[in-house]
């Protein structure tokens, strides 16, 4: 069954590492958001009912109670198995929380990124630890109990003891499932861009280097293993039974559709792709850019390995990549068993390089 993804990219500050099509806009543009959003879910044609919803950002957490149940109206095949909504910790109410059980959502997934309050004012951020704990008790009175919890390695300033501190908070709170990113630097963000340019502001100079980063991420897989969260996904860990349905769906090439700004979906064949600012989304007849068709030779190699599980090779990936796979094998990247191949865990901190043999000219 395939799942929907729905975006909304309002937030209420653009975060110094965000490199996402959100932002801050004026208050009278949600309501023309929702009315082109209602009238491009509703041109879909619903061959399927979704099993899975997503709604992410942006801050989807922020939007109005009734917004969301606006939105959700929209999709068929309630009660889904799996509905998210991300949110931005710091001020979750208890009735918040009971609205959005009772529009259908029934996981949420904080972007915390740090506990530490230096870290986070850096970035931007308003939060503290123990607001966040606030955030998780009020999800779980209102009966939500799959949450997942963000965190960057790589934040300026950041430190093997202030880590060590955001991993035990982890800890006290226990969540289901969390997801670990690598700072990426690139210059679709603020601080990225900066550190490219070599620049002093948001803290760019402070920067861990790349070795102490991969050190952190390297701690914290190890830290959740003990706790119970098994990784599952190269930035994903989750106790037995509690993965993410919809994310699962992007790295098994399952099917599913996007609506909203800089919104993707895959019918199988067919990869979509919205308009990506807001400004455009509004001003455009249709929303959707040309459909490209799916190189799934290429995709089932950087999006299965990015799985723990690995991929099963065909004869035809035998003929093609036999060779690359070999000397990976031979170096420490891959892991293979049978037909199976996957990343090591020295490949999962090399995996741009891995997934680099396995693309076509």
């Given amino acids: 069954m395939a799942g929907v993804y729905i ?21 009278a543009a949600e309501a023309q958001y929702l009315a082109r959003l209602q009238a491009e879910i509703r041109a879909q044609r ?38 998210t909504l991300e949110a931005a910790p710091g001020a979750i109410t ?82 289901p499932h969390v997801s670990v990113y690598m700072l990426e630097i690139d210059e679709d963000s603020r601080l990225g861009n900066e550190i490219l340019q070599s620049g002093l502001r948001f803290g760019a100079p402070d920067v861990p280097a790349e070795e102490l ?27 037995a039974g509690h993965e993410s349905l919809h994310n699962l769906k992007y790295w098994r090439l399952e099917p599913y559709a996007g609506f909203g700004a800089d919104a993707h979906g895959f019918d199988g064949r067919m990869r979509t792709q919205n308009v990506e600012s807001m400004a455009e989304y509004l001003a455009a007849e249709n929303p959707r850019l040309a459909a490209t068709p799916a190189r799934l030779d290429e995709e ?13 090779l065909t004869a035809e990936d035998e003929t093609r990549h036999g060779a690359a796979i070999a000397r990976f094998v031979e170096e420490g990247l891959l892991a293979r068993a049978g037909g199976n191949i996957r990343l090591t865990a020295r490949g999962v901190l090399l995996s741009n390089d891995v997934f680099e043999a396995f693309l076509h000219d």
């Fill in 213 to 239: 980063i991969a050190e952190l991420y390297e701690t914290a897989v190890e830290r959740l293993a003990k706790g119970g969260l098994a990784r599952y996904e190269i930035s994903n860990f989750a106790r």
């Fill in 94 to 175: 208890a009735e918040q929380a009971h609205a959005w059980q009772g529009a259908g959502i029934n996981r949420v997934s904080l972007g915390v990124q740090s506990f530490v309050e230096a870290e986070l004012r850096r970035t931007g951020r308003k939060h503290t630890a123990t607001s966040v704990e606030a955030d998780v008790a009020a999800l779980r009175s209102a009966g939500i109990e799959e949450i997942n919890i963000d965190l960057i390695a790589g934040l300026p300033g950041q430190t093997r003891e202030s880590w060590l501190e955001s991993l035990e908070w982890l800890e006290r709170l226990a969540p």
């Fill in 300 to 312: 089932r190699f950087f999006g299965g390995l990015r799985l723990m599980a690995g991929i099963e």
């Fill in 7 to 27: 975006s909304w990219p309002f937030c209420s500050q653009k975060c110094t590492y965000c490199n996402f099509a959100s932002g801050v806009f004026p208050k």
């Fill in 46 to 83: 619903w061959d399927w009912a979704p099993e899975t919803v997503y709604l992410g950002g942006g801050t989807p957490g922020s939007m109005a109670a009734e917004v969301l149940a606006a939105i959700l109206a929209e999709i068929p095949g309630r009660p889904w198995k799996e509905a």
